[in-house]
């Protein structure tokens, strides 16, 4: 059944509806989904203003950073997927020689409409971004449903049924769990 949701990668094209979105009241504007992608360097000036340009520097360079949802034209909801490799820190065991590993670490929908059922739409573009882009593993790092912080990278619940399966912890909070796609 589709859903409400288009998806579009994030590309130069796209760049300004990405801006919209995060720039947008309630949204998560403070960190531009640059948390798990700052380098030390850029970690030295950790504020909104400089991680928006970290995160259009790379959009610019044609990295990878995630797909937009899209309803009526609009962009409403946002996923963060890429290769494990353009981040830091997420945890989980390190890939077999040639494999190929994306990562989901954030998903954004405006407060209005959670409770919708978009996170499923989001965790399903993800899967088919990373399928299409010929990854072998998509590895994410969710919380349990009462976790009072790492909520943006949503529930256990959700990912398992996918068919996502624990693998590891990172931290206290964040269960590292993969989907095998190949």
């Known amino acids: 059944m589709p859903g409400r949701l288009a998806f579009q990668p994030v590309t130069k094209a796209s760049v300004k509806d990405f801006e919209a979105l995060f720039g947008a009241r309630g949204s998560p504007s403070y960190c531009w989904c640059m948390v798990w992608r700052a380098t030390t360097e850029e970690l030295k000036d950790s504020k909104g203003p400089a991680r ?18 899209y309803e009526d034209g609009e962009p409403e909801a946002w996923v963060s997927v890429a290769p494990r490799d353009t981040f830091r820190g997420l945890g989980g065991p390190d890939a077999a020689e040639g ?3 994306w990562s989901l670490t954030c998903m954004f929908v405006p407060r209005k409409q959670r409770g919708e059922g978009l996170g499923r739409e989001l965790v399903a573009a993800a899967i088919a971004h990373a399928r299409k882009h010929k990854a072998d593993i998509l590895e994410a790092y969710p919380v349990a449903p009462g976790s009072p912080s790492y909520r ?5 619940p959700l990912f ?9 912890r990172a931290g206290t909070r964040r269960h590292v769990m993969r989907l095998t796609l190949s």
């Open 52 to 69: 928006k340009q970290q995160m259009l520097g790379r959009i610019a360079d044609g990295v990878p950073v995630g797909l937009l949802g």
């Open 152 to 156: 943006h990278m949503g529930f256990v």
């Open 160 to 168: 398992e049924d996918f068919g996502f399966v624990e693998v590891a």
């Open 99 to 101: 494999e190929s590993i």
